[in-house]
């Protein structure tokens, strides 16, 4: 026997479930004699008779009728499909991942991750979290769509959105001897007891540079990936630390640690979204993407 003709057998599915063949042409748009040819070229080509032909109309034959409940599994899912990928081809339905880093991913992210929530509601989004470096392998993987990280670099194969420059500030305890202090140089931290970022983040090389350009040596007592057990640490009076001035915000307001006068001129991350090629990506994960605004 020869491929089922998809088109032939909703034809066929189409007269079955009308019961009648000129009522079915005027739902399927068909005239009634082609609609007629349709059914017999598909007669034909699986070698069974599907229909009684009367005087008073057409009924199916019981080889019909074991076809046609199969049609009523098949083409309900397959209109079900067809609105899925219709749905996902305009945005209106759909899931995609994204990667990014606990300072981002706490601290910044959930903004646009609710105004996308207000705009398409309908779209699911799996927030996944990571070191940087493997955020970025991720991205190279496939396993996430869409990473959103610290990065001052260019990635090949991926292009990249640059929509915030997030200043670090240097954060200590209330009691701390330089708290309130005036403006003053970096190299007053000479010597300080320090809560440094993981070597393999990028916020690590980031204030690494700076000490090293303005001739400041601390004591690194502790490093960790994770921005709130920076905070933490500091909070309790184990060391100062530099952090992106967004996770702090709360913080500094309630007074339960204080920001240093300190020059930090210069001293921030570029904080990016990568993805591959935008005008390849779905509707949905387009959409997400220009939520971020380039600057």
């Known amino acids: 026997m020869s491929s089922l003709n998809l088109h032939h057998l909703r034809y066929f599915y189409e007269v079955a479930r009308a019961g009648n063949i000129n009522q079915a042409s005027r739902q399927l748009g068909v005239s009634q004699p082609g609609l007629s040819k349709q059914i017999q070229t598909l007669e034909a080509e699986l070698d069974l008779v ?70 398409t509601p309908s779209v699911k989004v799996t927030v996944v979290y990571k070191r940087a470096i493997d955020v970025e392998k991720m991205l190279d993987d496939n396993e996430i769509d ?28 209330p009691e701390h001897r330089l708290a309130g202090a005036p403006t003053f140089p970096a190299s007053v931290l000479g010597g300080e007891a320090f809560i440094a970022f993981d070597p393999e983040t990028p916020s690590h090389d980031i204030i690494a540079r700076f ?29 100062v630390a530099a952090v992106p001035s967004e996770t702090v915000r709360l913080e500094l307001a309630s007074g339960a640690l204080v920001a240093l006068n300190i020059d ?22 387009r959409a997400f993407i220009e939520l971020f605004p380039e600057v």
Not at 218 to 225: A, G, R
């Open 50 to 119: 599907l229909f009684f032909r009367t005087s008073k109309g057409i009924k199916l034959t019981p080889q019909g009728a074991l076809v046609f409940e199969r049609c009523q599994r098949i083409f309900p899912q397959l209109d079900d499909l067809e609105r899925c990928v219709e749905e996902i081809r305009t945005g209106s339905i759909g899931r995609f991942r994204v990667g990014t880093v606990n300072s981002i991913g706490i601290h910044v992210l959930p903004f646009y991750l609710k105004r996308f929530r207000d705009l």
């Open 211 to 239: 000490l090293d350009k303005k001739g400041v040596r601390v004591d690194v007592v502790m490093e960790s990936e994770n921005i709130e057990t920076i905070k933490k640490m500091v909070e309790i009076g184990v060391g």
């Open 146 to 173: 869409v990473a959103v990280v610290a990065s001052e670099t260019e990635h090949p194969g991926f292009e990249r959105r640059l929509f915030q420059r997030d200043a670090f500030v240097f954060i200590a305890p």
């Open 264 to 285: 930090t001129e210069g001293l921030a991350r570029d904080l990016v979204v990568l993805h591959p090629n935008f005008n390849m990506l779905p509707k949905a994960i």
